[in-house]
């Protein structure tokens, strides 16, 4: 059985930082690719970021380049956001995703399990 299970996320003021971990098991970690998604308010689940299984090959959304780093810790099983210079509109449910079902140009565009999301609430 999948499990996902995310943390790290909270409360900041806009230009602080925040790292969101997810922890997952019951697959084959090392050999997936992730992602991390978030749903704002009032909004359509978008992709922020994925980070493939073997050649670390990463994905930003416009929207969070030079903002953020996903990352990834095999020996963990654990996957990694890293926020900087948050702003108002980063505030949303973030989700982490894993084993992808589509992938496009090496990218991984779509993925069949999802954590429960942690909240990331940022304040201007």
């Known amino acids: 059985q999948v499990q996902l299970v995310e943390s790290g996320g909270g409360s900041v003021q806009a230009g602080g930082s925040l790292r969101l971990s997810c922890v997952g098991s019951?697959?084959?970690?090392?050999?997936?690719?992730l992602g991390w998604f978030r749903q704002r308010p009032g909004a359509a689940r978008e992709g922020v970021a994925s980070?493939?299984?073997?050649?670390?090959?990463?994905w930003y959304a416009d929207s969070v380049k030079d903002r953020f780093t996903v990352s990834r810790d095999n020996a963990k099983n654990t996957l990694y956001l890293q926020m900087n210079s948050l702003k108002p509109e980063d505030t949303g449910m973030y989700y982490c995703?894993?084993?992808?079902?589509?992938?496009?140009?090496?990218?991984?565009?779509?993925?069949?399990?999802w954590g429960q999301g942690t909240q990331v609430t940022v304040s201007s």
């Open positions: 995703a894993a084993r992808c079902t589509t992938m496009v140009a090496e990218i991984c565009r779509e993925f069949s399990d």
């Open positions: 019951g697959f084959e970690y090392s050999l997936n690719s």
């Open positions: 980070i493939s299984a073997l050649t670390m090959r990463t």
